[in-house]
């Protein structure tokens, strides 16, 4: 469970400036989120506790509706601000990769491009081209013995790349 379930959780209960900033990255979310788990009598870095704890004693989300009510103007700036620092992330994200790819720099321009093609490249080498050419030379396939680190270099930088295009896609920012 993350914080933006708990926030879903607390908008059905009526609070929904207060689960505006609940899911919120930095000083705002962190203060929030930490009245809303003292209000829930659960620790505020364990956001399943707080949604055990909302979903075990439903007249909580009437105390935080009346937190909400109370300091709703101060939530509804923080909730203003943190959307429109997402949205400036967003938009210098945006310009970053426009200047990347408009770069006249051949390396900057084609580097991204050429992360997957250095995993093929390393995988085709170890697995295919080596065994590959040992079989015609000595008779008998031979795979080659890699260190660990170079594969837990070549596969996570791979995999650290593709999880993060995959979170650009689903945010659609790519």
Do not use: C
């Not at 207060?18 to 003292?38: E, H, I, N, Q, T």
Request: aromatic share 8%; hydrophobic share 50%; no cysteine.
């Amino acid at each position: 469970m993350t914080w933006k379930d708990v926030a879903k959780k607390v908008a059905l209960g009526g609070a929904q400036v207060l689960a505006r900033v609940l899911p919120l990255p930095g000083f705002a979310g962190d203060a929030v989120r930490s009245v809303v788990a003292k209000i829930a009598g659960a620790d505020a870095e364990a956001p399943d506790a707080v949604a055990a704890a909302l979903d075990a004693r439903p007249e909580l989300l009437v105390e935080l509706r009346k937190y909400e009510m109370d300091h709703e103007t101060e939530l509804a700036r923080l909730a203003g601000e943190g959307e429109q620092r997402e949205a400036s992330d967003m938009a210098n994200m945006h310009e970053l990769e426009g200047k990347l790819s408009s770069s006249t720099d051949w390396f900057v321009r084609r580097s991204r491009p050429a992360m997957p093609w250095v995993l093929v490249v390393s995988v085709a080498h170890g697995f295919v081209i080596v065994p590959t050419l040992s079989l015609f030379l000595s008779g008998t396939p031979q795979v080659p013995v890699y260190p660990m680190m170079f594969w837990v270099t070549v596969i996570g930088t791979f995999l650290g790349y593709a999880g993060l295009r995959t979170l650009e896609k689903l945010k659609g920012t790519a």
